[in-house]
């Protein structure tokens, strides 16, 4: 693909965005393959015709997922890519995790890493181009078979067809290819986007099967010969090291087989999980808290509060509003507060390793297994080839199980070390809530003036919080100028770092600034839609406040403020009518909404919601409308915007993680409540229509709800909540 | 030594008695899609049908369920043949990351076995209990009515 860079970066996918519209189909984009890594043997069960394409003698075909499957529906999006150019019978289909080689890195972040929504986009020309060379191979195959033109040839789901009636499997040319040493060509043709058949129809998803009989392979799920089971007792005071422990209770219990320290904590071994849990449970740690017994989110929040009305770093100043501010007659202002959040994934951590002399062998759900390899590899003092991660399915992630430390991988490492057998290490619910790696904390100041028709005319955000970027240390391009990007993600009318995009809102005077307090002990972590699950609150809810104050309904105003941005205006025009803007609502009830750009991808939502006299409500109605470019299959797209719905709902109902004297005071479901069946809200999806280059939508759909629900909240009752999670401040999500 | 019945099976297990019924199908029997979500009954993953109700085994001690029948979601699909929960599942395209699904399926089916046609209250009352995170819940409830409309229409058993 000729307009893909020969080094392509984030940097250079998201500066632009639109790379990945061809207007040419003729692609040469090279794969950095070679059959010669495939059995060329004649004879041999199997043909690599691809770096991502393997097929067999019975007509099997196994594409290699080079991204992450844990629910976001990537693997049916990457083999739909694939069978789109091939002609592939989806009966014969089988899907394998690749392998940590360079060959399978993300060609938008040049490492193997599942994340921030980009794995369609990046995927969309590769998979594709594997496809159609892949075909161009057999029809070489088929007409050598033959003896004949290629303009006799055609495919049939998995076959070959001549016109006057014979046929071959693909799996049936494989002997063909190894014969003539047949190479696939350079350069091959893809089919126009009016050709499709299968890109951008509705299609199920591949590993369901798998999924409803209970032989869906998850980390946890992992069985090895020899295999034993670990559990970690970890410290009340998270970050805290082991003086000295107590282990006689422990190893009483039969079964019981080893108990040693790790940097984690003191980890019992046993004979099956049950039996290390309850080992763990009867040591005797005396810690070391290393000062972190002191942390409180409270403190945090007052420190944040303070912060948050001096300078910060300036992300952007368009116009005036410092000075604007100084002398206006009124400026309104407020401050919205943002808890830490855990990610709580219904499989919780986990992780197999095997350690030996030479090399080390992990099975894992990660989404960010290249530089899993590296920790390990750095960890043990092996080369990185002598690490191997078998990538398992995931029971979800949300950005946990993409860790800069590796933390849940390295746990089982040093726990294997010194074994001769492998051994699991799986995280209680109770260590998954307290692990102390948390959507951070955030505070936002904002102060703003409208002018004289009653539209924003000034403003002036300020965002207090830990950057992720600054602590994990994960790519420097995320922080320009000391300003980590993903904590203004959203509050911002230009472009930044590279980022392409900015709120598609345009306010004459608009200033932000950004605090990234260095704190110690609680690890912030990329948490579904990063910086948007705060800054979308802040942004969305103080708009609103904005709309009420100059008397402006707050669609309208929306729909004012992106005359300049047709891509966001036509989307919020299609909500007004979707979502019955119009429509009047009977007494306690009442609409909000909002609208985002995360990751390329333009979202709004508009919602209802009834409150009852006692605050408890419910929400009767959620309209979502996305625009992400070509809709590769709206069956995943519809599952995300649910997905995204949940969570985000989950989060502004519930969600808060308290940390007093350093201790996390949540455990388990009962007090870090998870949204339950009966309080879904019906959710409608709309996809605007559209033949530009795909773009994400796994994340998208987090950012608007909640600030959709609360500005609705402000509709039905005149009660402004500032503070989150709503459960705290007098609304309570109906069961 | 304790003998369970595990999909029509006799098993004989040398856990701990106390140990709970979840690890005792995933760590000495390898039946591993029942799940681990919570350990103290709250969020449904580990839903077994024992003599044929729902319950949970996460928190169901081995001891208390000597010499009784278990079935987990690997026996469903008796025969090769989706029962009409896990087809409708299929129809329906409920998974997203699938963790929570062997729970909810059994939940679903042992609500079907004894009321087959419950109406959208009674899907809640049942189905509240089963927490999934990635956000299923609307494709689960159309799929609970689906697979009733099959079984009532003299469609495949649940």
């Known amino acids: 693909m000729s307009q893909l860079p020969s080094d392509p970066s984030r940097r250079t996918f998201l500066k632009s965005s639109s790379m990945l519209a061809t207007g040419s189909l003729l692609v040469g984009f090279e794969l950095p393959y070679s059959l010669a890594s495939a059995p060329k043997s004649s004879?041999?069960?199997?043909?690599?015709?691809?770096?991502?394409?393997?097929?067999d003698r019975d007509n099997t075909i196994t594409i290699l997922m080079n991204h992450a499957e844990f629910g976001n529906g990537v693997y049916t999006s990457l083999a739909m890519m694939v069978a789109e150019e091939l002609d592939i019978d989806w009966q014969r289909l089988r899907w394998e995790a690749a392998p940590t080689e360079p060959r399978y890195y993300s060609p938008i972040f040049g490492e193997y890493l599942t994340a921030g929504?980009?794995?369609?986009?990046?995927?969309?020309m590769p998979m594709r181009t594997a496809g159609a060379k892949t075909k161009a191979l057999l029809l070489q195959?088929?007409?050598?078979?033959?003896?004949?033109?290629?303009?006799?040839?055609s495919t049939d789901a998995g076959w070959i067809a001549h016109s006057d009636g014979r046929r071959v499997s693909y799996g049936g040319l494989i002997e063909v290819i190894q014969d003539h040493n047949l190479e696939p060509p350079k350069t091959v043709d893809l089919k126009p986007t009016s050709a499709f058949s299968v890109l951008g129809f509705p299609k199920k998803r591949i590993e369901a099967p798998e999924k409803v009989t209970g032989r869906a392979l998850f980390g946890i799920d992992i069985k090895r010969p020899g295999m034993i089971y670990g559990a970690v007792a970890r410290p009340p005071v998270y970050g805290s090291r082991v003086i000295a422990f107590d282990d006689k209770a422990a190893r009483a219990i039969p079964g019981v087989l080893k108990v040693k320290a790790i940097d984690a904590g003191v980890v019992v071994l046993a004979k099956d999980y049950w039996t290390a849990s309850k080992g763990a449970k009867a040591l005797t740690i005396q810690w070391d808290d290393l000062g972190l017994g002191q942390l409180s989110t409270a403190s945090f929040t007052e420190e944040y509060r303070a912060l948050s009305k001096?300078?910060?770093l300036l992300a952007e100043d368009i116009g005036d509003a410092k000075g604007l501010h100084e002398t206006a007659s009124a400026v309104h202002e407020a401050v919205y507060e943002m808890p830490y959040l855990a990610h709580a994934t219904m499989e919780p951590m986990n992780c197999t390793a095997q350690v030996f002399d030479d090399r080390c062998e992990i099975w894992v759900g990660t989404q960010n297994q290249g530089n899993d390899r590296t920790v390990v590899a750095k960890?043990?003092?092996l080369p990185e080839a002598s690490v191997v991660i078998n990538r398992t399915l995931m029971g979800g992630t949300f950005g946990r199980r993409a860790s800069k430390t590796a933390d849940f991988i390295t746990d089982a490492v040093q726990a294997a070390q010194g074994e001769t057998v492998p051994v699991q290490i799986i995280w209680s619910r109770e260590e998954d809530i307290r692990g102390g790696h948390y959507r951070p904390l955030f505070v936002h100041r904002l102060r703003g003036t409208v002018d004289t028709e009653g539209y924003p005319a000034s403003w002036h955000q300020t965002a207090v919080g830990q950057s992720i970027m600054q602590h994990t240390k994960h790519d420097p391009t995320y922080m320009v100028r000391g300003?980590?990007?993903?904590?203004?993600d959203g509050c911002l009318q230009e472009p930044f770092g590279v980022f392409p995009y900015g709120t598609s809102y345009r306010i004459p005077h608009h200033r932000v600034e950004s605090h990234n307090p260095p704190k110690i002990g609680v690890r912030p972590h990329e948490w579904r839609a990063v910086g948007h699950t705060h800054t979308g609150i802040a942004y969305e809810c103080f708009l609103d406040e904005l709309a009420h104050l100059g008397g402006k309904d707050p669609l309208a105003?929306?729909?004012?403020?992106t005359q300049d941005n047709d891509r966001m205006h036509q989307l919020l025009l299609r909500l007004k009518e979707a979502a019955d803007w119009d429509q009047p609502l009977a007494a306690g009830r009442g609409r909000g909404v909002a609208a985002r750009v995360y990751s390329v991808s333009p979202i709004a939502q508009a919602v209802e919601v009834t409150v009852a006299r006692d605050g408890t409500f419910t929400v009767d109605r959620v309209v979502c409308v996305v625009d992400c470019g070509f809709a590769v299959n709206p069956l995943g797209i519809e599952a995300q915007i649910h997905g995204g719905v949940m969570l985000g709902l989950n989060a502004v109902a519930y969600g808060a993680i308290d940390l007093v004297d350093g201790q996390v005071q949540q455990s388990n479901f009962h007090d870090a409540r998870a949204l339950r069946f009966n309080q879904m809200p019906a959710v409608e999806v709309h996809i605007m229509q559209s033949d530009a280059p795909p773009t994400g939508v796994g994340e998208q759909a987090t950012t608007p709800i909640a600030p959709a629900v609360a500005n609705a909240l402000f509709h039905a009752?005149?009660?402004?909540?500032?503070?989150f999670p709503l459960d705290r401040h007098g609304f309570i999500l109906k069961a | 030594m304790v003998t369970i019945i595990v999909n029509d099976e006799a098993r004989t297990v040398s856990a701990s008695p106390d140990t709970p019924l979840l690890w005792v199908l995933r760590d000495h029997l390898h039946l591993t899609g029942t799940k681990y979500g919570c350990g103290i009954s709250l969020c449904g993953a580990c839903t077994v049908h024992l003599n044929g109700e729902a319950v949970r085994s996460c928190t169901l001690p081995l001891a208390a369920v000597a010499d009784q029948r278990v079935e987990t979601i690997e026996h469903l699909a008796v025969g090769g043949d989706y029962n009409a929960v896990q087809s409708a599942w299929l129809d329906e395209d409920v998974a997203q990351c699938g963790y929570c699904q062997s729970g909810q399926i059994m939940a679903a089916t042992a609500l079907l076995n004894n009321n087959p046609s419950p109406s959208d209250a009674e899907i809640d009352a049942a189905m509240a209990g089963h927490i999934c995170r990635c956000g299923t819940y609307q494709k689960i409830r159309a799929a609970i009515h689906r697979a009733a409309k099959v079984t009532e229409g003299g469609g495949s058993q649940v």
Do not use: E
Not at chain 1, 483 to 488: G, H, N, T
Not at chain 1, 717 to 723: F, L, N, P
């Open chain 1, 557 to 561: 105003l929306r729909l004012h403020l």
């Open chain 1, 117 to 124: 929504s980009v794995s369609t986009a990046g995927a969309f």
């Open chain 1, 483 to 488: 300003i980590d990007i993903y904590s203004v």
């Open chain 1, 717 to 723: 009752t005149g009660k402004r909540i500032r503070q």
């Open chain 1, 379 to 381: 960890m043990l003092g």
């Open chain 1, 43 to 55: 004879g041999a069960a199997s043909l690599m015709t691809d770096a991502f394409i393997r097929i």
């Open chain 1, 141 to 153: 195959a088929a007409g050598l078979l033959w003896q004949t033109d290629a303009v006799q040839l």
């Open chain 1, 310 to 312: 001096t300078d910060g």
